[in-house]
C-alpha cells in the first residue's frame, strides 16, 4: 500500500473564463469543483496508477461529505482526522483567451493540539502497513516545522517528502529517499538564490550529503533534475501537446515516483514515468486522472542527460 499523508486538502473551484481581467467583473464560461490540495491529489493519481493507496488527511467543515462524496465515486481509499477548522478552498482562474492560469490560494487554518495528536497516531497505525509514505504539502499555521519529522521518524519505508523550509531541513538526517522540492522551494528553503545550474546543484549535493538519497528537483514545464550520491542528470520532457491546467502537475510527478518505488523501478526510470504522468496531467481539467496504459510510452519520450 502507497499512503499519502498531509495536513493540507482543499476543496477547489475551477472557473474557466474566455478572458481574465483583474479589477473587473468577470463572468465564468464553466465552473467546476473537485477535490484537491497535494495530499488528495497524489491519493488520486496513484488510485488511477491502480497500486492500492489510501489518504490520511485532516477534514472539516461542509467540504467533508462533498470531498468524501467524490472520493467514494472514484473509488478512493481515506482516512480523515476531523477538525473543528474547516477545510480551505481554493480557486483556480483559467484564462482562454492568454492561456494563463492564476490560481487563489487559502492557506491551511490552525489546527488544535489534540488534532495533530491524532493525526500522529493514525500516521503511525497507517504507515506500519505501507510499503511507500508520500508525505506532502505545506503546514496549517501555527503547525510546528517538527511536525513532518515525528511523522518521518514514524515511518518504517521509503518517503517521498515534498515539501520544503525548515520543515525540509529537519528531516534530511533520518536519510528519507527522495526530497522533492521546485526549484524556487528549494532556494528559499536554503536562504540562497540558485539561478544557474551549477548553484542549483551545489544545493542539491548539500541535500545528499545531509541525508537525502535522492533529491528531485522540478521547475514548472523545464527540465527536471535529479541528483544522488552517484551522479547528476537532467530530464527533459518532451513539449506539451496542448495545455489546459497544469494544477497537480508536481503532485502526480510525486504520485508517480511512489508507484514507480513500489514496483522496484530504479528512481531515474520512476522519474521518467513521472514526467509521463505530469505531461498527462496538464492536458486535463481535473488534477490527476492519469492513465496508465500509455505511461511507459510516454515515458519513452523523456531523455536524460548526465550534467
Request: glycine share 8%; aromatic share 6%; net charge negative.
Amino acid at each position: 500500500m502507497i499512503l499519502s499523508a498531509g495536513l493540507s486538502p482543499a476543496w477547489q473551484q475551477i472557473l474557466v473564463l474566455d478572458a481574465f481581467r483583474c479589477g473587473e467583473v468577470n463572468r465564468a464560461r464553466e465552473v467546476h469543483w473537485c477535490t484537491s490540495g497535494k495530499v488528495c491529489n497524489v491519493g488520486i493519481a496513484l488510485h488511477h496508477l491502480g497500486g492500492p493507496c489510501r489518504i490520511l488527511s485532516t477534514l472539516g467543515g461542509p467540504a467533508v461529505p462533498l470531498i468524501e462524496r467524490e472520493l467514494n465515486a472514484l473509488g478512493v481509499p481515506y482516512r480523515w482526522v476531523l477538525t473543528r477548522s474547516e477545510t480551505r478552498i481554493c480557486t483556480t482562474i483559467l484564462d482562454q483567451v492568454t492561456g494563463t492560469i492564476t490560481e487563489l490560494v487559502e492557506n491551511g487554518r490552525p489546527l488544535e493540539p489534540h488534532e495533530l495528536d491524532q493525526f500522529r497516531s493514525a500516521y503511525a497505525e497507517e504507515a506500519s502497513h505501507a510499503d511507500v509514505v508520500v508525505l506532502i504539502g505545506s503546514l496549517p499555521a501555527e503547525t510546528p516545522p517538527s511536525f513532518y519529522r515525528e511523522l518521518v521518524q514514524r515511518t518504517p519505508c521509503p518517503a517521498v517528502l515534498d515539501f520544503r523550509g525548515e520543515g525540509l531541513l529537519g528531516v534530511l538526517d533520518l536519510k528519507p529517499y527522495v526530497v522533492k522540492p521546485n526549484r524556487e522551494e528549494l532556494a528559499r528553503t536554503m536562504g540562497r538564490p540558485l539561478e544557474s545550474d551549477e548553484s542549483l546543484l551545489e544545493a542539491m549535493r548539500e541535500l545528499n550529503r545531509r541525508g537525502a538519497a535522492w533529491v528531485v528537483v522540478t521547475e514548472g514545464p523545464g527540465p527536471v533534475f535529479v541528483a544522488s550520491a552517484q551522479g547528476a542528470w537532467r530530464l527533459y520532457p518532451p513539449p506539451a501537446r496542448s495545455l489546459v491546467n497544469p494544477i497537480g502537475s508536481g503532485d502526480a510527478l510525486a504520485a508517480t515516483i511512489a508507484w514507480a518505488t513500489r514496483a522496484g523501478r530504479p528512481l531515474l526510470d520512476a522519474v521518467r514515468l513521472g514526467l509521463a504522468a505530469a505531461g498527462q496531467n496538464v492536458r486535463q481539467l481535473l488534477p490527476c486522472r492519469l492513465d496508465p496504459r500509455t505511461l511507459e510510452e510516454e515515458a519513452a519520450a523523456v531523455r536524460v542527460e548526465s550534467f
